[in-house]
């Protein structure tokens, strides 16, 4: 009974210090959410609306101008003015409709009857415009088209443009109205955590301090054995003579200090492996053919009285090996893979000059992203010696690296002899 009682009241401490809290914050986060909603539509409608409010008027009037200074329809004067002079305006109208239609609804019932209103003159402007660019087709009419542009088209832009400035205005107001209703319901909230963390701290530290008398002494010889345990001393242990759930507590600690011991000789012997396992990796990675190869290659460069491209190899040979090894890391830039191959190449390409040439083409911006150590050189490594050492004649080894979505791409291609 006593270690039911005492798990009933451990579960009990935990509901009262976690109910209140989880309901505070649930309705916390629940006016969040709806506030963040209510701010992000209005910013979004305001940033919907704004692209048109200064753009529409000037484009939608010059472009129209422009059909009747040069007597020609919209579709052809796209042909005779420079694109960026030209704006459609009935793609730009069409456009505009498209926006305010998703805006309805999303916006409140005040400017729901002002997106009626644009959509209004939206129509009446195609109309006109259509009107005008017909009439600018017909020799002799300039004067009358100038009438129109002025008493209708221009007119009608303006008024578009004030009533999407109008919309603009009242969002914004709705936005300073959220505003203070956010700075009041926040303000109810402070007073509501006031007081729902003091019934809290109150009830909380009455009802723990009836709890923790009961495993006062247990736990502190727990604690106790913990502190000789971080000091290293696993031959410590737990009475598990205890009336309550505590004493499984004990037998558990003292299960785990044996095992402890236990793991702290194998995991010292499991290390001890691992170091050689890696050591023995990191030389595998390393082809000794090659550094051989290259070895021989800078002594009859010296030897032939060119120092210059013994040095040259040498330092590539040095780039090579510092990004094999790279400190240990298991992941390096794309910069410093392409280093590496680049370093490997010159090398090869020193040593094979009369059968091999390269290209590198990385695009810049993948050049910071992290890959797999050693990606690239080995699948470099097998062009030569399986593609274009077996052809007759000069081959050469192509490696580009780009994004492509969330991917990167490389491709290492050879015009060697091919495989089936």
């Given amino acids: 009974m006593k270690r039911r009682s005492l798990l009933h009241r451990l579960r009990l401490n935990n509901m009262v210090s976690t109910v209140p809290v989880v309901v505070f914050f649930g309705i916390m986060l629940f006016s969040l959410v709806s506030t963040t ?5 209005i910013v979004r409608n ?10 529409f008027k000037e484009q939608i009037d010059h472009t129209m101008y422009l ?4 007597a020609c329809s919209v579709e052809n004067l796209k042909k005779k003015v420079a694109y960026e002079e030209t704006t ?5 109208i069409n456009e505009t409709r498209n926006v305010f239609v998703d805006l309805r609804d999303i916006s409140n019932a005040e400017n729901m009857r ?15 415009c259509r009107k005008v660019e017909q009439s600018a087709q017909v020799y002799g009419h300039y004067d009358e088209n100038m009438r129109l542009l002025d008493l209708n088209v221009y007119i009608l832009t303006e008024l578009i ?11 914004a107001q709705s936005m300073e109205t959220l505003r203070q209703n956010l700075y009041h319901r926040t303000f109810q909230f402070v007073l509501l955590f006031v007081a729902v963390f003091a019934s809290y701290m109150l009830f909380s530290a009455w009802y723990s301090h009836n709890v923790l008398s009961k495993v006062k002494k247990p736990i502190g010889e727990i604690v106790v054995a913990a502190q000789a345990i971080g000091r290293g001393d696993f031959s410590v242990r737990l009475s598990e003579e205890y009336d ?24 010292t012997k499991e290390q001890e492996n691992l170091r050689s396992y890696e050591l023995k990796l990191y030389q595998a990675q390393i082809n000794p053919h090659f550094l051989y190869n290259t070895l021989d290659t800078i002594v009859a460069l010296v030897e032939s009285g060119m120092p210059g491209d013994a040095v040259r190899m040498i330092t590539y040979l040095s780039d090579f090996f510092r990004t094999t090894l790279s400190s240990g890391r298991d992941y390096i830039t794309v910069q410093e893979e392409k280093r590496h191959v680049e370093s490997y190449l010159e090398i090869q390409e020193m040593r094979y000059q009369d059968i091999l040439s390269y290209s590198l083409d990385f695009d810049h911006d993948i050049l910071g992203y992290s890959i797999l150590k050693l990606t690239l050189q080995p699948l ?20 580009t690296g780009c994004k492509e979505g969330d991917d990167l791409l490389f491709v290492i291609s050879d015009n060697g002899i091919g495989m089936t």
């Avoid at 459609?88 to 730009?92: A, F, I, N, Q, S």
């Fill in 67 to 70: 059909v009747v200074a040069n």
């Fill in 37 to 41: 909603l209510s701010y992000d539509r």
């Fill in 114 to 128: 002002r997106i009626r209103v644009i959509h209004q003159d939206l129509d009446n402007l195609e109309k006109v």
């Fill in 88 to 92: 459609d305006p009935y793609e730009l």
């Fill in 380 to 399: 470099v490594e097998n062009a030569l010696y399986h593609g274009i050492k077996e052809k007759r004649g000069k081959g050469k080894i192509t490696i």
């Fill in 46 to 55: 305001i940033t919907e609306a704004n692209r048109y409010s200064v753009r």
């Fill in 244 to 267: 309550n759930e505590l004493s499984v507590l004990a037998a558990s600690f003292n299960q785990m200090t044996e095992e402890i011991q236990a793991l702290i000789k194998t995991t």
């Fill in 161 to 171: 443009q004030e009533q999407i400035q109008e919309y603009i205005f009242y969002e």
